[in-house]
């Protein structure tokens, strides 16, 4: 299993421009969700999804869109980037959504900066 | 709102000491806790996940305990080694309404000097 994979690696983007980070998991995982990691604020929940056509919104959904249309890929959009998007992204899967025996298997990371 | 603090920031240890990684969160009504520990430049690698019935948990030289009355848990490393230098996050799940997310702490960033 490769686990929760994460692209692009890096990434540098212009203020308004538009761009996808992609996530994949090959553990047949209910739960998917990304995460911004900033520095002094910890990591914060973006986007999440229970399931294959299923998402909802975190803490900090403002600029970002999801969908979920297959249950290996949850890719996370920004429609208009901003200084303030400048950070480190983090892909999350478990096996379900609830209970309080799910482990969260974390991606890489994507790091962003928006000039 | 759940809110999760780490104490210390920061801790500089040399090796084979033993040592103790704090973390306290606000609201009790929590589904497990789990610690992290994040290389620089990497994600983050689930270390010991406590589930909110039980008292601790045991890895190696890892032991974790909870206990979720007072809102507290500690993150025991025996004989630490240089190996073991990386930031230690904890993060509980809610349960409830917001079992969805996990809340985090900002870090512990552990320094183990040969």
């Known amino acids: 299993n490769a686990g929760v994979t994460q692209t692009p690696k890096f990434q540098v983007l212009k203020t308004g421009q538009s761009m996808t980070l992609q996530c994949a998991q090959d553990m047949n995982h209910e739960y998917m969700s990304w995460y911004r990691q900033d520095p002094g604020m910890g990591l914060r929940l973006i986007h999440y999804s229970v399931g294959a056509g299923i998402t909802d919104q975190g803490e900090v959904p403002n600029g970002y869109n999801v969908s979920r249309s297959t249950t290996e890929d949850f890719p996370l959009r920004l429609l208009s980037a901003a200084p303030s998007q400048t950070s480190v992204y983090f892909c999350a899967s478990s096996p379900r959504a609830w209970g309080n025996q799910e482990t969260q298997y974390f991606g890489p990371g994507t790091r962003l900066l928006v000039l | 709102k759940q809110e999760v603090t780490q104490i210390p920031a920061a801790l500089s240890v040399p090796e084979g000491e033993n040592l103790v990684l704090n973390c306290s969160f606000t609201d009790s009504a929590i589904y497990n806790l789990q610690w992290f520990r994040q290389d620089p430049g990497k994600g983050l690698t689930s270390l010991l996940l406590i589930q909110s019935s039980q008292r601790e948990q045991t890895s190696g030289r890892l032991n974790a305990s909870l206990d979720k009355s007072s809102g507290r848990s500690t993150l025991y490393i025996a004989a630490s080694q240089p190996g073991d230098s990386a930031t230690y996050l904890c993060?509980?799940?809610?349960?409830?309404?917001?079992?969805?997310?996990?809340?985090f702490g900002k870090g512990t960033l552990l320094t183990v000097n040969p």
């Open positions: 993060a509980v799940r809610g349960s409830g309404g917001s079992n969805y997310k996990l809340t």
